[in-house]
């Protein structure tokens, strides 16, 4: 009976300390938290990462900067990797929102073509890594637009009434006006912004629509003429419908890169970093560009692309093009102007 109790005891044991140590297991695995832009992530690509790491993902998405900015800046939440655009990681530096990378675990920076080290937002490469850049430009239908697309002006076409999409983003949108009408989309200067609200005050009656990820479904099924898109989005859109063409206006446009950075929420910086340097791992960087539709910054992803893609003009404009091409910066304080003109917009009737 005794060694029976005994048995029983050991055995009961045992199963506790199991228990215990799945427990301590599970306690211990790591969480990353990811934020990145809706859509922007290839397929299966973060099951993959948790798989080679045993590390848990916690993946949420934003869609614009701003709101982005908004959701970390109060520190309630513990993001450890994020995705933002150059003038907002500019901001974030300057706020003292963003860890130093210790590059050293992330040798696969090495990937990066150097045209996209060094630039004006992280100059010394110390907070970020490039993940994709783009242009913005104009998105139409050639079946219902049948003029040259080669400026902003087109959009202020009555003949397009309401057929008319543009960015729910008062950068992205501010700046079209500022463009059209010859300034820079980082001015800050009152009168040239007073310009341009009135321009797209002017403009609102033309405008179907405000939009982010909507214009996909709204340009795909013919629902409007012109839209102002990514040009990431864009090429994803001419695949599936080929009526659909993309121009920059020949007096430029706006240039971006948009970095991988690990925001002073973090828990997990040193996890952080493994997960930007998988996402550098060539074959994920493919998998990555093939996917979103954005242009890739890594050198070997880029050679193994299709030579269709490679060679496509809407993802790799030319020189020519992107020299006249404006980088958005960080306005400072007087973000606050911006954000007044985008109210006044969005409520003028």
């Keep these: 009976m005794k060694n029976t109790m005994k ?3 050991l055995i009961s044991f045992v199963i506790l300390m199991l228990i215990s140590l799945a427990a301590c297991g599970g306690e211990d695995k790591v969480t990353l938290n990811v934020y990145n832009w809706g859509d922007y992530i290839g397929d299966g690509v973060i099951e993959e990462f948790e798989e080679k790491y045993d590390i848990k993902v916690n993946y949420e ?3 614009t900067n701003e709101g982005m900015y908004q959701k970390i800046k109060p520190g309630a939440v513990s993001y450890d ?7 907002m990681i500019s901001k974030m530096i300057e706020e003292d929102m963003l860890y130093k990378i210790d590059f050293n675990n992330i040798p696969n920076y090495k990937y990066i073509d150097e045209k996209f080290k060094n630039l004006e937002y992280d100059p010394n490469n110390e907070y970020s890594v490039p993940y994709m850049w783009g242009t913005v430009g104009i998105l139409y239908n050639k079946t219902m637009v049948d003029e040259p697309v080669d400026s902003w002006e087109i959009l202020w076409n009555e003949k397009y009434e309401k057929e ?3 960015q729910d983003s008062q950068r992205e949108t501010i700046g079209v006006a500022l463009q059209k009408l010859g300034y820079s989309l980082n001015t800050k200067n009152l009168d040239e912004l007073e310009e341009a609200k009135q321009e797209l005050i002017k403009q609102k009656p033309l405008v179907l629509a405000y939009v982010v990820d909507e214009v996909k479904d709204k340009m795909i099924s013919g629902e409007a003429a012109l839209a102002v898109v990514w040009a990431g989005d864009a090429v994803t859109m001419i695949e599936q419908n080929p009526d659909l063409a993309y121009a920059i206006p020949k007096t430029g446009s706006n240039v971006f890169v948009d970095g991988m950075v690990i925001p002073k929420t973090s828990k997990n910086k040193k996890e952080a970093e493994m997960f930007i ?5 060539s074959e994920i960087a493919l998998k990555n560009t093939n996917y979103i539709g954005y242009s890739t910054p890594h050198t070997e992803a880029k050679k193994m692309l299709e030579p269709e893609i490679a060679n496509d003009p809407v993802a790799y404009p030319s020189d020519d093009i992107l020299e006249k091409c404006e980088v958005y910066r960080d306005l400072g304080d007087m973000v606050k102007v911006y954000d007044r003109i985008w109210t006044e917009i969005k409520a003028s009737k």
Excluded: G, H, R, W
């Design 277 to 281: 340097n998988f996402m550098c791992e």
């Design 81 to 87: 990797v994020a995705i933002p655009s150059d003038y």
């Design 164 to 166: 008319i999409l543009m």
């Design 7 to 9: 048995k029983s005891f």
């Design 61 to 63: 998405m934003f869609d």
